[in-house]
């Protein structure tokens, strides 16, 4: 069974760090580039609709991000594990929301993890 489960949101202050992960299984990982997409919390978008917030190719050699968090989020993955990262630093309170793992080409979503940034 295909799966992507995202794990690792919570509550954190402004300024803080999260690590988020996005666990793969039933597909053969190392060959999708994964993206990280968020939507505001409790706000239900269309896939097409969600932010996309960092891109890591298939090898982990290329990574983009979008301009609202360079520098502060840094995406990897780990292809033995099967797995995907989104370190969040300095986190703001617009960072607020939930956030999704997706592979490309062929296209998986998980199921989000929710991340609140407040005081």
Known sequence: QIQL??????LVQPGGSLRLSCAASG???DIYT???YRQPLGEVRKERDRDLVATIDPAGS????ADSVKGRFTISRD?????????MNSVQPEDTGTYFCRTWPYTYWGQGTDV????
């Open 27 to 29: 597909f053969t990982f």
């Open 34 to 36: 994964i993206h990280w």
């Open 116 to 119: 609140t940034v407040s005081s």
């Open 5 to 10: 489960v995202e794990s690792g949101g919570g």
């Open 79 to 87: 292809n033995t594990k099967k797995m995907a990262y989104l370190q």
């Open 62 to 65: 290329t990574l983009t991000y």
